[in-house]
């Protein structure tokens, strides 16, 4: 089985930062691209970085600068690096997994973790 759990999530002030954790489980996590995605209340989810399993990535220019994506594949774990909060990155986090499986290539979603940001 598949499981995507984010961590990480919580209240910061602007200017602050958090780290988010996924470890995806039931994958073969060198094989994998992982990525980061948002939900902000009322928008629709967007993509705010990605990383491949070799290491390329890829931001949305609103958090390029802020925000670092990075994987370690000795604990098969993606993390989302982000400084320099503002109100705007208030959003529901999700962690995108796409992997193969004995079923083929296959996109699983974690359920996502809640980002406030408010003075």
């Known amino acids: 089985q598949v499981q995507v759990v984010e961590s990480g999530g919580g209240l910061v002030q602007p200017g602050g930062s958090l780290r988010l954790s996924c470890a995806p489980s039931?994958?073969?996590?060198?094989?994998?691209?992982m990525g980061w995605y948002r939900q902000a209340q009322g928008k629709q989810r967007e993509l705010v970085a990605d990383?491949?399993?070799?290491?390329?990535?890829n931001y949305a220019d609103s958090v390029k600068g802020r925000f670092t994506i990075s994987r370690n594949n000795a604990n098969d774990t993606v993390y989302l690096q982000m400084n320099n909060l503002k109100p705007e990155d208030t959003a529901v986090y999700y962690c995108?997994?796409?992997?193969?499986?004995?079923?083929?290539?296959?996109?699983?979603w974690g359920p996502g973790t809640q980002v406030t940001v408010s003075p």
């Open positions: 990383i491949t399993s070799g290491d390329t990535t």
């Open positions: 995108k997994v796409y992997t193969p499986t004995n079923l083929g290539w296959r996109t699983y």
């Open positions: 039931g994958i073969i996590f060198t094989l994998t691209d």
